[in-house]
T-cell receptor, first 116, second 113 residues
């Protein structure tokens, strides 16, 4: 299967701990996105990359959140000093896009974070 | 500012009924893309359709059809002869020149047998 892969699928942590999620996009896709989804809500944009460059980060994202995409392949999303409000499903998506063209997003199954 | 509004939070229909999911969007850009995604109970979001701002032709794919009207900033989705397997949350989304895609809050569709 060559879809978007995320791990771990579920992470339970105590408040104040750091967590890291990994996303492996579809190999030929140059864009990678992170979203957060809470129950009953639509996906909320966090950040996105085109190749290895992080082009936009949501203003709603605190400094405790950081994302990387070294070498333009897989990406990691780290949350430091987790808070209970960080509990959510973290979704990764990838797409192919060029200047002026936005392709559809292909989503992974998500990483569910529970902060106790 | 960009915004996607899905005013219908939940819709419940009986199998074989037709149902329309509404989507209204806001953007100042002249070039943009609109999407619909389906999120079944299993959880993974699945792409259904993409439409760019220069193509107002309606599209039909099997039981699914989409009506794009720039004059009313709407991109509505109709399921004809609904089936139980259509039960899911449906999201409308917008992507503009900034390339990020924003989503509406979603409409949960229940199709009862």
């Amino acid at each position: 299967d060559t879809g978007v892969s995320q791990n771990p699928r579920h992470k339970i942590t105590k408040r104040g701990q750091n967590v890291t999620f990994r996303c492996d996009p579809i190999s030929e896709h140059n864009r990678l996105y992170w979203y957060r989804q809470t129950l009953g809500q639509g996906p909320e944009f966090l950040t996105y990359f085109q190749n290895e460059a992080q082009l936009e980060k949501s203003r709603l994202l605190s400094d405790r959140f950081s994302a990387e995409r070294p070498k333009g392949s897989f990406s990691t999303l780290e949350i430091q000093r987790t808070e209970q409000g960080d509990s959510a499903m973290y979704l990764c998506a990838s797409s192919f896009g060029t200047s002026g063209i936005t392709g559809e997003l292909f989503f992974g199954e998500g990483s569910r974070l529970t902060v106790l | 500012a960009q915004k996607v509004t899905q005013a219908q939070t939940e819709i419940s229909v009986v199998e074989k009924e037709d149902v329309t999911l509404d989507c209204v969007y806001e953007t100042r850009d002249t070039t943009y893309y609109l999407f619909w995604y389906k999120q079944p109970p299993s959880g993974e979001l699945v792409f259904l359709i993409r439409r760019n701002s220069f193509d107002e032709q309606n599209e039909i794919s099997g039981r699914y059809s989409w009506n794009f009207q720039k004059s009313t900033s709407s991109f509505n989705f109709t399921i004809t002869a609904s089936q139980v397997v259509d039960s899911a949350v449906y999201f409308c989304a917008l992507s503009s020149v900034g390339f990020k895609t924003i989503f509406g809050a979603g409409t949960r569709l229940f199709v009862k047998a």
